[in-house]
């Protein structure tokens, strides 16, 4: 019976022992970090005027340039359903300090409802680029394009990264032929606009 006694006392110590030794390893610690978010503005590309080339005479390129001015070509008074020359324009609105990219999506030729065609293109004229920005303190100049040719507005196109809107000027250059069929020829321009 002592033996027995011994045995649980000895037992109990050690349980003991083992209960103190458990509960000094359950030890904690945290700390607290802060959820962040900055709120900007909505992205927003609105449609201006459209870009017009008024009549056009056949075998006689005609360019409009970023500023409506007719850079080749004859000047003429348009019709009434085609209109005078014009600049085409897009209104940007974004954030502040915010980079955007602005993709064109732009077409290698103007229809009319016959499918007859008439090629158009955006590329620099005699040194002069066919887009630009403006509203900003100074026109930002530059070539229309798609792809790996989209303009990225940052830190590097004066304060158009800084300002919450602007917008973008589009001229471009039609191609009739010598036997160009007459009639109104229509295409579609598009802007896609993309914070980066």
Known sequence: MKTTIKILAALAVMMGFSMSVMGQGAQSDNKNIT????VIKQLSVTAGSDLSF?????N??????????????????????????????????K???????????LPTELKTTTNATLPINFADFSGNKLAKLT????????????????LSIGTGT??????ESFTVNIGGTVVPITTQEQGEYTGTITLTATYN
């Open 35 to 38: 959820a962040k978010a900055q």
């Open 54 to 58: 008024g009549m056009v005479t056949q």
């Open 60 to 93: 006689v390129s005609k360019t409009i340039g970023n500023n409506g001015s007719i850079l080749a070509g004859t000047a003429g008074t348009g019709s009434v359903n085609v209109g005078a020359e014009s600049v085409g324009t897009f209104t940007i609105s």
């Open 95 to 105: 954030g502040a300090n915010t980079a955007v990219t602005l993709d064109f999506t």
């Open 135 to 150: 509203g900003g303190t100074a026109d930002y100049p530059f070539t229309p394009g798609t792809g790996a040719g989209a």
């Open 158 to 163: 004066g304060n158009y990264y800084t300002i």
